[in-house]
């Protein structure tokens, strides 16, 4: 099978997540939250023996890719076909205590190069982007029925696309003239429509709005929050976990989030008394994210926006250590 994806920050993530130390030697258990082809999973499980995985992914067509890749393993390996929102949310109740959490929340390269669900404007496919094909409104379903104005703001809000409200206005206008149904299609009305020096920056001038797109159709950022909250309390005292970020929108949720549990208070000063348990949570170990080396780079781009942060836990998290995660 050819591999596709390239796992990002991987030697980072086996330094700083491995499963050292008592009683975690013997036996440990590691939840790969975003298991894509499984390239972070089959390194843990061959440079660490008595490692067992369970692996989370909500495409059944990338997760079928992982099964053949990762079957040498046996029953080392377990999967799991959901979001990985709704496998933490219940995670306690059916007694999976992991001692490492991974999260790497970049899209597959599978995705944009072979998934055939317009991730890319550089390919003429069918406008979805959803990871999940079954479930919710896909791209095209937004990009022809949001209005004007929603759709400047969604574009601003998860892209940070300072023409967003050129491009929304192109969009609309050219949906006049029937749905707009494929990835290069979109691609080719936002770059039409924005300045000629826009055209040739760093990235192309679709880049934004395509993210901001696939944010919103994954629901990436509205779920990322409870999803940590709830993954961080089924770890076992003493377990990592990391996670690596590909955009400042994401970063910032956990970074925040974190910072949280790093305090031994996160009660606002007006209360009386306080109600978050008052002792910190978590030992921050990557006191500033862990970016790629140089060769890393070079040799795999889509790494160069990733960005790791780990904590090793204390004790559960109460929901107040939530509050204020999505702001700066």
């Not at 972070?40 to 053949?68: C, M, Y």
């Not at 400042?248 to 606002?268: A, H, M, T, W």
Request: hydrophobic fraction near 35%; charge should be neutral; glycine fraction near 8%.
């Amino acid at each position: 099978m050819e591999i596709v994806h390239t796992p990002v920050l991987l030697n980072e993530c086996l330094s700083y997540l491995s499963p050292v130390g008592e009683p975690f030697e013997a036996h440990a258990l590691m939840v790969d939250s975003t298991l894509g082809e499984g390239g972070h999973t089959s390194n843990f499980l061959a440079k660490f023996p008595t490692l067992s995985v369970i692996g989370l992914d909500a495409d059944k067509v990338i997760q079928a890719r992982a099964r053949e890749r990762l079957a040498p393993f046996g029953d080392r390996m377990n999967f799991f076909n959901g979001n990985f929102s709704d496998f933490y949310a219940d995670a306690k109740e059916r007694n999976v205590c992991p001692d490492i959490i991974l999260f790497d929340l970049g899209i597959s390269v599978f995705h944009y190069e072979r998934s055939k669900r317009g991730f890319s404007f550089r390919y003429d496919e069918e406008l979805d982007m959803r990871i999940n094909p079954a479930v919710g409104e896909s791209a095209a379903d937004l990009v022809n029925n949001l209005p004007e104005e929603k759709l400047a703001d969604l574009i601003y809000l998860y892209g940070e696309e300072k023409l967003s409200r050129r491009i929304a206005r192109a969009i609309c206008e050219a949906r006049q003239g029937g749905k707009i149904t494929s990835s290069k299609a979109l691609g080719d009305i936002i770059w039409n429509c924005v300045p000629a020096n826009y055209r040739y920056g760093n990235i192309h001038p679709a880049t934004r709005t395509f993210q901001a797109l696939r944010i919103a159709v994954n629901g990436e950022l509205s779920r990322l929050p409870k999803a940590l909250h709830n993954a961080f309390n089924c770890l076992n005292a003493g377990g990592k976990m990391g996670v690596i970020t590909f955009h400042s929108l994401e970063d910032r949720i956990v970074k925040n989030y974190f910072r949280n549990l790093g305090k031994q208070c996160v009660c606002p000063p007006e209360r009386a008394i306080c109600s978050c348990g008052g002792k910190q949570c978590a030992e921050i170990l990557t006191r500033k994210p862990v970016g790629p080396t140089e060769d890393e780079i070079k040799a795999n781009s889509p790494s160069r926006s990733a960005k790791l942060r780990v904590v090793r836990k204390i004790c559960d998290a109460s929901d107040e250590r939530l509050i204020g995660v999505e702001k700066d």
